[in-house]
């Protein structure tokens, strides 16, 4: 079995192992282990060339980055003829809820969810894809 290392922040751990001790798993990577495989398998693959409608919603953080949103909205802009309806909320002083309504190529939606993963001040990215169609079909 191979060997990774991961890093999170110490509030986040303080919840891991209060779940672990809980659900009564044995170990951090036991949880760790099926916590993964429950994500992948909740996840059916979809074929990069269809076309699907997807939800995101995205979870920002203004202590982690004050300009988050700007970042945002600037890079939903940028996918502009995917965006079908753009939602943003505060939440707290700090965090904000931003919800994107997209349809479009797959890969074109997986590309824009990996983008907003990669900004800082992103606390949580979730694409639910609601619709599917055969590639190249309209």
């Not at 479009?104 to 997986?110: L, R």
Request: glycine share 4%; charged share 25%; proline share 3%.
């Amino acid at each position: 079995m191979t060997i990774i290392s991961i890093s999170i922040p110490d509030e986040l751990l303080k919840k891991l192992d209060a779940y672990m001790e809980l659900k009564g798993y044995a170990s951090r990577s036991e949880l760790i282990r099926e916590l993964i495989r429950e994500h992948i398998e909740s996840e059916p693959a979809v074929d990069p060339d269809s076309d699907i409608t997807s939800i995101l919603i995205i979870v920002t953080d203004h202590d982690e980055s004050l300009s988050v949103d700007e970042r945002v909205v600037r890079l939903i802009h940028g996918y502009q003829p995917l965006i079908r309806a753009f939602y943003h909320q505060h939440l707290t002083d700090k965090l904000c809820l931003n919800i994107a309504v997209v349809s479009g190529s797959a890969s074109m939606i997986s590309t824009l969810v990996k983008n907003l993963r990669s900004l800082r001040g992103v606390r949580n990215v979730w694409a639910l894809n609601v619709a599917e169609r055969g590639a190249g079909s309209r």
